[in-house]
């Protein structure tokens, strides 16, 4: 494959995805689309998705806050710096990490799973069968694969950041309610509102880019079981690089 | 697509399930926008004060106004007035607010580390309190700003020290000069060595030091014979059979020999006016006449050898001076 073909096939690839996110946002906004169907595979993926990590997710997520708060916080002691600790953790853990680990979460289990379902739907023929019986695939499974991981993924990122919020409280003062005024401070602090718009599109870009892209990549299969392996790591490795531009991105807004 | 059954069990409250997840995370994200509404102050009343300063450096919007080091405003807004300087902007809450009088004093303070600090000083609790949208100067103090005089000064010293200690220096000149000093003083000679500048003026002070001691140790012998001869004086001039002694006694003849003088005038009174009386008979007087000059003749050679007896007893007549031996 020449460098031509390389770059061709990248624009090709990212191309399709633009196009599947076009169509599931046109079908999104058509109230036709909604049907129980489409809200049984919804309510199915966030389930599978969200529901059953749950518990894990938020503890893995508690357990995290937990330690890189400890460490901060004894670190800028050391450096007579334990009244940035809290605003420095607070924009690190819940502003950038826990949210890029949520999306990549999610990615590696859910996204890795719908990648693998469309291409083996693609390879036993069942979505150019639905379009034979003039049924959008789009609008019957894709668009509640892609809303549900959508959902997921800003609901898992929220309950994240809300619990290493407390256990960030928690870790610094303890059980004590006298912190709540010096925490409410470096909370206004972090989460001005160019903070909270900049997190909601951070967070609103990550999900998209969750729910799009396996599902564009496991349309690229073919009638071959063999293409099936192919899409799916394509698939995987392209979410990986777009979180990762992403987060990158967002950073350079903000801090750049 | 239907899922085979026995690849994943779906429960059945489903959609109850996703509710509540739903449902708990709308109400996180809803709880957790009410909490930074309210951590910024947005339900509570507030008032506007404004410092103005020269320079705003280090001060950002979102910053703390401190009181005793507890936090009671926020910078809200910061821009360049009409002259150049930076106004910003700061809410403070209405419960806050009552720190605030019209005496109190603002800072923007900047360590070497970290932002600046916005500091309110209130001398005076009593005073007025400060009024919504008050304009304040802020008094500025800032240690960077202190380190480029610091570093300029520094190297001046560090120039100096680098002269002084450098070859040829004046320290290296002084530090020779005190080795020398210090061989000097471990020398034979010692201190005074040290101190004069070489071992012949030393030898010359140890000699003139040694030359003392004798002139203090003929001097104490002369001091010696002085006392003896004090003495000696004493007891011949004051000491029993002394000058004095004589003197007195000399003085007691005297004063007997005059008294016979008296009696042997009031004699040759009587005498002469028995004379007068009797001038007649002369012959007869002529016996008494020889008697009297006879007497005469001795108060007179007595009056005579009293006088020689003073004259040769009282020495300071003829000479003042004394001679000490």
């Not at chain 1, 967070?203 to 690229?220: D, K, Y």
């Not at chain 2, 821009?79 to 403070?92: F, M, N, Q, S, T």
């Not at chain 2, 607010?97 to 000083?121: D, K, N, Q």
Request: hydrophobic fraction near 50%.
């Amino acid at each position: 494959m020449t460098r031509r073909d390389a770059t061709l096939g990248w624009i090709r690839v990212w191309g399709r995805a633009a196009r599947l996110a076009l169509a599931v946002a046109v079908a999104g906004f058509s109230p036709a689309s909604y049907t129980p169907h489409t809200r049984t595979v919804a309510l199915q993926q966030i389930y599978f998705t969200a529901w059953q990590v749950l518990i894990r997710f938020t503890l893995f997520a508690a357990l995290l806050g937990l330690v890189v708060v400890q460490i901060t916080v004894s670190v800028a002691r050391d450096f007579d710096l334990a009244a940035y600790a809290l605003e420095l953790v607070l924009r690190v853990l819940v502003l950038e990490v826990i949210p890029l680990l949520t999306a990549l979460f999610v990615a590696l289990r859910s996204g890795a799973a719908i990648n693998t379902e469309v291409a083996l739907m693609q390879v036993s023929g069942e979505l150019d069968g639905m379009r034979a019986e003039d049924m959008d695939p789009v609008e019957r499974e894709f668009l509640p694969r892609v809303l549900a991981t959508g959902i997921s993924v800003t609901a898992l990122t929220i309950l994240g950041c809300g619990l290493v919020l407390v256990t960030a409280y928690l870790a610094m003062y303890g059980f004590s309610p006298w912190g709540f005024n010096e925490y409410s401070r470096t909370i206004a602090r972090v989460f001005d509102p160019p903070a909270l718009v900049g997190f909601a599109l951070k967070c609103l870009a990550f999900s998209l880019a969750v729910a799009v892209i396996p599902v564009a990549a496991g349309t690229e299969a073919t009638r071959q079981m063999r293409s099936a392996p192919v899409a799916v790591m394509g698939g995987m490795v392209r979410l990986f690089f777009a979180l990762g531009l992403i987060e990158v991105l967002a950073l350079a807004v903000k801090y750049v | 697509m239907e899922r085979e059954p026995g690849v994943t069990a779906l429960p059945k409250n489903l959609q109850f399930r996703v509710g509540l997840l739903l449902g708990l995370t709308l109400m996180v994200a809803i709880g957790f926008v009410v909490y930074v509404l309210y951590a910024r102050g947005v339900f509570e009343a507030r008032q506007r004060l404004t410092l103005v300063a020269d320079n705003a450096e280090g001060v950002s919007i979102g910053m703390d106004l401190t009181f005793s080091g507890f936090p009671i405003g926020r910078v809200n807004r910061m821009a360049l007035d009409e002259d150049g300087r930076a106004r910003i902007d700061i809410d403070v809450p209405r419960k806050d607010a009552r720190w605030l009088r019209t005496s109190s004093v603002f800072t923007i303070e900047r360590g070497v580390v970290g932002s600046a600090r916005i500091r309110a000083y209130t001398g005076n609790l009593q005073d007025p309190p400060l009024a919504d949208g008050a304009v304040r100067p802020v008094l500025r103090g800032d240690a960077s700003e202190e380190i480029p005089r610091m570093v300029a000064t520094l190297r001046t010293v560090l120039e100096n020290v680098e002269q002084m200690t450098a070859a040829g220096g004046s320290l290296q000149a002084s530090l020779a000069n005190l080795q020398a000093v210090t061989e000097r003083l471990a020398g034979r000679q010692g201190a005074l060595a040290a101190v004069l500048g070489g071992d012949e003026q030393a030898k010359k002070v140890t000699t003139a030091i040694d030359r003392a001691n004798a002139l203090l140790a003929s001097l104490s012998a002369v001091s010696q014979r002085f006392d003896g001869v004090l003495g000696k004086t004493d007891q011949r001039v004051f000491g029993e059979g002394g000058v004095m002694d004589s003197a007195q006694r000399a003085l007691a003849q005297a004063n007997g020999i005059l008294g016979d003088l008296r009696e042997t005038l009031k004699k040759a009174d009587q005498v002469l006016a028995d004379a007068q009386q009797v001038g007649a008979n002369a012959k007869a007087a002529t016996t008494d006449l020889a008697t009297l000059r006879a007497e005469v003749d001795a108060s007179l050679r007595k009056v005579s050898g009293l006088i020689d007896e003073i004259n040769r007893r009282w020495p300071f007549e003829r000479s003042t001076e004394i001679k000490l031996p």
